[in-house]
């Protein structure tokens, strides 16, 4: 009788703890020694068949882990090839800092990114980063990660650093991939209905894409600032948007160039940080909010010091670079989109 409902039930949920061996781990879709993807043809489960299976096991005794199901990793490396879990990527950043020179009693953490709370979760980067420096990041972010404190912004972190300490900045744009593989969605808690993530790139997508829609050419509503500034900015960068296989991973893509321009050109106007701090450390990508466990496409990891002395610690962080040339749709802008120095 056991043995049967154990049967009936392995053959009802697919659940994992039933199987005679776990999910077949293929090797990684990307140069990455740190990657483990899954096989490209796992099929993406829908959010009301995890629930359903797992109310099922819930009601025989059974425990259901959705996670092999909700990992999606297939669906997050297509459009996000590199992306690593959120342990993975702090290790990584803290490994390669800490061996220059780098510690919680002399650099000072800040982030870009979205105010969007689901880029703030424990256990996932920020909140690890935060834990590792040791204070509450200075936020320089606004909408869609882009750094709206500005040169301001700026100038008042690096004059909270530290005598002759380092600062450490993280920018991120994001990116919801909801629990059946859409790129731009995410299940919030509490919520029965999946909404969009990042809100404000896929707000602007849509808003530029009527067919009536004109891009403000100036910043005119200063009640919506920031909303306007991401307008104006992503509009041009929307052309190659046909050629690209999923129009939010474009955006997202769009985004990060965005933010990290922006990002670049507001330390490199900045000169006066250097009376607050020795060297500069920048760590870019793309924040992907899964409900199961995010994940980080790294795509930047510079630090320089006041004297222009520029340091590239992507390799040693993170080994090469990811080709985005399939989910960018276009190889040559992809590797052009990549070229970027502090
Ligand atoms: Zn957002």
């Not at 100038?155 to 650093?161: S, W």
């Not at 006066?272 to 994940?295: F, K, T």
Request: hydrophobic fraction near 45%; charged fraction near 20%; include cysteine.
């Amino acid at each position: 009788m056991e043995r049967l409902r154990l049967l009936l039930l392995s053959m009802l949920l697919g659940c994992a703890a039933l199987r005679t061996g776990p999910a077949k781990p293929l090797r990684s879709m990307h140069a990455s020694p740190m990657l483990q993807g899954y096989e490209s043809g796992t099929p993406a489960m829908d959010r009301r068949s995890v629930i359903l299976r797992a109310a099922v096991a819930a009601a025989l005794g059974c425990t259901y882990n959705p996670l092999p199901a909700l990992a999606l990793e297939a669906p997050t490396l297509a459009s996000f090839p590199g992306a690593l879990t959120s342990v993975e990527t702090e290790d990584a950043v803290h490994n390669t800092l800490s061996a220059r020179g780098y510690n919680n009693g002399n650099t000072l953490f800040a982030t870009s990114t979205c105010p969007d709370e689901v880029n703030y979760k424990e256990k996932e980067l920020v909140a690890l980063l935060k834990s590792r420096w040791g204070e509450v990041p200075f936020a320089l972010g606004g909408l869609a990660g882009v750094p709206f404190a500005g040169k301001a912004g700026l100038g008042a972190y690096a004059h909270h650093v530290p005598d002759e300490g380092k600062l450490l900045i993280t920018f991120a744009p994001h990116v919801g991939v909801g629990i059946g593989g859409k790129v731009g969605a995410i299940e919030r808690d509490g919520q029965v209905s999946v909404s969009s993530a990042c809100g404000a790139a896929v707000g602007a997508l849509k808003t530029l894409s009527k067919a009536d829609a004109k891009a403000p050419d100036i910043i005119s509503d200063l009640e919506d600032m920031q909303f306007e500034w991401i307008k104006m900015k992503l509009a041009p960068k929307l052309a190659g948007i046909e050629g690209a296989p999923n129009d939010i991973a474009y955006v997202t893509y769009m985004m990060y160039e965005l933010v990290r321009d922006s990002m670049i050109a507001q330390l490199k106007a900045s000169p006066g940080i250097w009376q607050d701090c020795s060297e500069v450390a920048l760590l870019g990508g793309i924040q992907i909010n899964r409900y199961g466990g995010d994940r980080f496409q790294p795509l930047f990891f510079q630090a320089t010091t006041e004297t222009g002395k520029t340091t590239d610690l992507y390799k040693t962080a993170f080994g090469v670079l990811p080709d985005l040339s399939s989910p960018i749709g276009n190889a040559i802008a992809a590797e052009k989109m990549m070229i970027a120095s502090l």
